[in-house]
């Protein structure tokens, strides 16, 4: 029958599975706040880049290191050049037309052959077999130099540090007169794994990593799930190589930024396989940003709990996950106070900040969205706006020091 036929051949497409943004590798987490995080720090970076290229009347190239299924190249191309206003229609900063190409490297052939699949009509992208693990396997000859040399959501981590300096040195050489290197790790004191916070920083530390958090939790403690080393690293880490670098190449390699990525809701805060004490924030932060889906509050209150030893790392996280509970409370105080006067809300002067703008805005939110008589104005408007507001705070309280799941440096290449 020709109706089975063509729901089967949909099927077999595997875009007709059910999609949710409450799981997996795509949540909405990575989506809407680690990817999004990701591309507003890079933002002024590639503002600059692109103005620099379209002054010359030149093309964007970009190497994308461990590229995986090439999420990065989605990742980049998302990235808009500032908060578009409303009335306006998003600009991307890089504009299809001033890219001239973008290669994807990796050593892995089911991830690669999962982005050609999925990148295959696009002929200015290109996905190749091969390994990082002693440099920059080709030339100037075999590939024009690149403007960007990105790795993004931890790939650096995969190798040790002589190896990053190597290949640091070769994209020294390898590079135009001006580049720019993202150098994606992760980071060395996580709340995830307070239980590795005790390696001395003095030690080039791997963790033992298990992709645990793709199953669920009565899978998490198989034994047949992978375990393999990643590195873990502070800035002052990430300087080090730096340094080095720019030493054995005579090139300058200029720090730009520094970010922590995932402070609130890295993927192992769902596991507890690092530390049995951290709540599974990432479960009721991907539902504040799925449609129709009402989230018990409540859930998102962090009960910090301290490793002794670690004075500054502790009065750092109880900071921060003191602003973070306190935006929730007032927002679930405007939920609950909502009248028709708007609501009230008391902000106290000592609030850092960033805190204060968040309970602001989200007064804002509420007394806006709380006229809404249709569309489930709670799950699709003030609940999206928290998941926004937290991760303000995620970006504007942090240290860049390596607090995150990801650390990522932001560098330029300077050869002039
Ligand atoms: C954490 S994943 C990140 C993937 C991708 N960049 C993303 O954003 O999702 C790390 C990637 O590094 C790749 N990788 C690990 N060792 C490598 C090596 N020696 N050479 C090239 N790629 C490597 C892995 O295969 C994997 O795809």
Redesign the pocket.
């Given at each position: 029958m020709a109706e089975v036929k063509a729901y089967d051949q949909a099927a077999g497409t595997g875009r007709y599975a059910k999609a949710s943004g409450l799981g997996g590798k795509y949540d909405n987490v990575r989506r809407f706040w680690e990817d999004q995080l990701t591309g507003i720090f890079l933002r002024p970076y590639l503002n600059e880049l692109v103005k620099r290229k379209e002054k010359t009347m030149s093309r964007l190239r970009i190497l994308?290191?461990?590229?995986?299924?090439g999420?990065?190249f989605d990742?980049i191309m998302a990235v808009t050049s500032k908060d578009p206003e409303l009335y306006e229609y998003i600009s991307q900063t890089i504009r299809p037309d001033i890219l001239q190409e973008y290669l994807g490297?990796?050593?892995?052939d089911t991830?690669l052959e999962q982005a050609r699949d999925h990148f295959g009509g696009n002929p200015k992208l290109r996905f190749e077999k091969?390994?990082?693990?002693h440099g920059l396997p080709f030339t100037r000859k075999e590939e024009k130099p690149f403007d960007i040399y990105l790795?993004?959501?931890?790939?650096m981590s995969?190798?040790h540090d002589d190896t990053v300096v190597e290949l640091l040195v070769d994209i020294c050489k390898h590079a135009p007169d001006r580049a720019l290197f993202v150098g994606d790790w992760l980071g060395r004191y996580s709340y995830e794994w307070q239980d590795l916070w005790h390696v001395s920083p003095e030690e080039e530390y791997f963790m033992d990593y298990r992709i645990s958090y793709i199953y669920p939790p009565e899978e998490r403690h198989r034994h047949d799930i992978p375990v393999f080393p990643l590195r873990l690293m502070t800035r002052q880490e990430i300087m080090d190589i730096a340094l080095r670098a720019e030493k054995e190449s005579g090139v300058k390699i200029r720090p730009l930024c520094f970010f922590d990525r995932s402070m609130l809701v890295g993927r192992h805060l769902a596991t507890g396989d690092y530390n049995s004490h951290c709540p599974d924030l990432r479960l009721p932060i991907n539902s504040l940003f799925e449609g129709y889906v009402r989230t018990d509050l409540e859930k998102l209150l962090v009960d910090y709990v301290p490793r002794r030893g670690f004075d500054h790392l502790n009065s750092f996280y109880e900071s921060f996950f003191l602003s973070c509970n306190t935006l929730v409370e007032h927002t679930i105080a405007m939920l609950s106070g909502y009248g028709s006067d708007g609501v009230d809300t008391v902000i106290e002067p000592f609030y850092p900040e960033p805190l204060k703008e968040a309970i602001r805005t989200m007064k804002v939110v509420v007394e806006a969205a709380g006229q809404l008589r249709f569309g489930d104005a709670r799950a699709n408007i003030i609940e999206t706006h928290l998941g926004y507001s937290l991760r303000k705070l995620e970006m504007e309280l942090q240290t860049g020091t390596g607090m995150g799941h990801g650390l990522v440096g932001v560098f330029e290449i300077d050869k002039r």
């Open positions: 994308d290191m461990g590229c995986g299924s999420d990065g990742l490297v990796d050593i892995n991830l091969m390994d990082l693990g790795s993004l959501y931890g790939t995969h190798f």
